[in-house]
């Protein structure tokens, strides 16, 4: 089983609609999660933070529930610009290192 | 601006050659360096993680003699991909971080050997 799963999508979304995004990790000790945002042929870009009360910035919304070991994500209101690919990310602790893990990513692509 | 910087941000390159990419932290020493490897619709898939001054801790299915690693400096890891072949060609890109605070990502380094 992969650390961190993800549905690649496409996701084909209106503009101005409302579309969420999970992921799942199977490790429990995963200590620190993350959204990123990777635009085609770049670099991820740190999106969000995720916290188990939940954490919002602007449009986006972001939710850890360790229980069922998921992530998601949550984007209000799209725009033509939030077409990207989404990556969530955890931390894991080893002891000598702490690795961030990615997922897939799933494809967002926002339309008129 | 960018925290991190990686050089040459693509290469071409014959199959048998040597390809070093640079990778260097802007205005903060980064304790730890991290070399991820991303093919086309894959995830990013770490490498291997790298301590300034130690030597690089390889993920399982990475042939540490192929994708040398040198951390020599707070602000400087080099990613040496030895005689490289079609089925290296990918995007490489480097992170760095100072303790445990954010990890900034490069822009990456586009492979392709021919």
């Known amino acids: 089983r992969k650390e961190v799963e993800q549905d690649p999508g496409p996701f084909n979304v209106p503009e101005g609609a409302t579309v969420a995004f999970n992921c799942t990790y199977s490790?429990?000790?995963?200590?620190?999660f993350f959204w990123y945002r990777q635009d085609c042929r770049k670099e991820p870009k740190l999106l969000m933070s995720?916290?188990?009360s939940g954490n919002e910035d602007g449009r986006f919304t972001a939710q850890l529930n360790r229980a069922s070991q998921y992530i998601s994500l949550l984007i209000r209101d799209s725009k033509l610009s939030d077409s990207a690919t989404y990556l969530c990310?955890?931390?894991?602790?080893?002891?000598?290192?702490?690795?961030?893990?990615f997922g897939t990513g799933t494809r967002l692509q926002v339309t008129l | 601006g960018a925290v991190v910087s990686q050089h040459p941000s693509w290469v071409i390159c014959k199959s048998g050659t040597s390809v070093k990419i640079e990778c260097r932290s802007l205005?903060?020493?980064?304790?730890?360096m991290f070399w991820y490897r991303q093919f086309p619709k894959q995830s990013l898939m770490l490498m291997a993680t790298s301590n300034e001054g130690s030597k690089a801790t390889y993920e399982q299915g990475v042939e540490k003699d192929k994708f040398l690693i040198n951390h020599a400096s707070l602000t400087l890891s080099t990613l040496t991909v030895t005689s490289a072949h079609p089925e290296d060609s990918s995007f490489y890109i480097c992170?760095?971080?100072?303790?445990?605070?954010?990890?900034?990502f490069g822009p990456g380094t586009r492979l392709l050997v021919l």
């Open positions: 205005d903060f020493q980064a304790t730890t």
């Open positions: 992170s760095a971080r100072l303790l445990q605070e954010t990890q900034y």
């Open positions: 995720v916290y188990s």
């Open positions: 990310a955890v931390i894991l602790n080893t002891g000598t290192a702490s690795k961030l893990t």
């Open positions: 490790n429990s000790a995963s200590q620190s």
